[in-house]
């Protein structure tokens, strides 16, 4: 009998491993900035940000928002190359925000 499920189990196991880990990277531009929006609120709230660096954040997010209402201005749907854009955006903005908030510099009270 266990020849036949080890085999079994290490065949499910292999196809469920591929479709968790692709799974998990991809969100859409909205929970995207959603969950940016809430770790500067955070940072915020637990002093991590200080109020130059939350504006400086905030700033750079309002500019990204407002690309992706030009973006979405001349037909309302992302061509593949402004989605992809908006995503290295995003990405880079979200490096800013775990770099600023792990700089030692808190805000004073």
Do not use: C
Request: overall charge positive; charged content about 25%.
């Amino acid at each position: 009998m266990n020849r036949f499920l080890i085999p079994l189990a290490a065949a499910a196991l292999a196809t469920a491993i591929p479709a968790a880990a692709s799974a998990a990277p991809w969100q859409s531009i909205n929970a995207r900035q959603a969950s940016l929006e809430s770790r500067i609120t955070q940072g915020i709230r637990t002093g991590e940000l200080n109020r130059n660096e939350a504006m400086r954040l905030r700033s750079q997010f309002r500019a990204l928002v407002r690309l992706e209402a030009h973006y979405r201005a001349s037909g309302g749907r992302l061509t593949q190359a402004e989605r992809y854009d908006l995503n290295r955006r995003y990405h880079g903005l979200s490096d800013r925000i775990y770099a600023q908030k792990h700089d030692d510099q808190v805000r004073r009270y």
